[in-house]
């Protein structure tokens, strides 16, 4: 169970590191004539990836913490819970805001900076469990 959690943490880490280095940042490239087109096509794409690895990862944690409530699997879990605050008052609204309003440079900028907040998150649980499975 450790290896798949490993495995599904280590794919949203790294989908998230391309979603913040390369896909967001090019958010403020595209031409507002063709932003809404181009982040309606983005949203309903990248959910049909995230969601599922997101609900596996949490099912995963839960279940983790329900078997082996140590320290680490706390914070681990922990860690999923803040993802998933920070998916949902942070991130989404920004999107629902660019998906309503359109092209926003100040708006495409704080979806940039408030997503290293679930890179690194996502970045650290991938290290755990990494831990985990080797140790």
């Given at each position: 169970?450790?290896?798949l959690q490993l495995i599904l943490?280590?794919?949203?880490?790294?989908?998230?590191?391309?979603?913040?280095?390369v896909v967001y940042p090019q958010?403020?490239?595209?031409?507002?004539?063709?932003?809404?087109?181009?982040?309606?096509?983005?949203?309903?794409?990248?959910?049909?990836?995230?969601?599922?690895?997101m609900l596996g990862e949490l099912?995963?944690?839960?279940?983790?913490?329900?078997?082996?409530?140590?320290?680490?699997?706390?914070?681990?879990?922990?860690?999923?819970?803040?993802?998933?605050?920070?998916?949902?008052?942070?991130?989404?609204?920004?999107?629902?805001?660019?998906?309503?309003?359109?092209?926003?440079?100040?708006?495409?900028?704080?979806?940039?900076?408030?997503?290293?907040?679930?890179?690194?998150?996502?970045?650290?649980?991938?290290?755990?469990?990494?831990?985990?499975?080797?140790?």
């Amino acid at each position: 169970m450790l290896i798949l959690q490993l495995i599904l943490t280590g794919m949203l880490a790294g989908l998230c590191w391309t979603i913040q280095v390369v896909v967001y940042p090019q958010f403020a490239n595209v031409p507002a004539s063709h932003f809404a087109a181009y982040h309606t096509a983005h949203a309903s794409r990248i959910t049909w990836i995230v969601a599922p690895l997101m609900l596996g990862e949490l099912s995963l944690s839960a279940l983790l913490v329900v078997q082996n409530g140590t320290a680490i699997t706390w914070v681990l879990a922990a860690l999923t819970g803040l993802v998933w605050l920070s998916t949902a008052f942070i991130q989404i609204p920004l999107h629902n805001r660019l998906g309503r309003d359109g092209h926003n440079l100040e708006v495409i900028q704080r979806l940039v900076r408030s997503n290293w907040i679930r890179t690194l998150i996502w970045t650290a649980r991938m290290v755990g469990f990494a831990w985990l499975v080797v140790g």
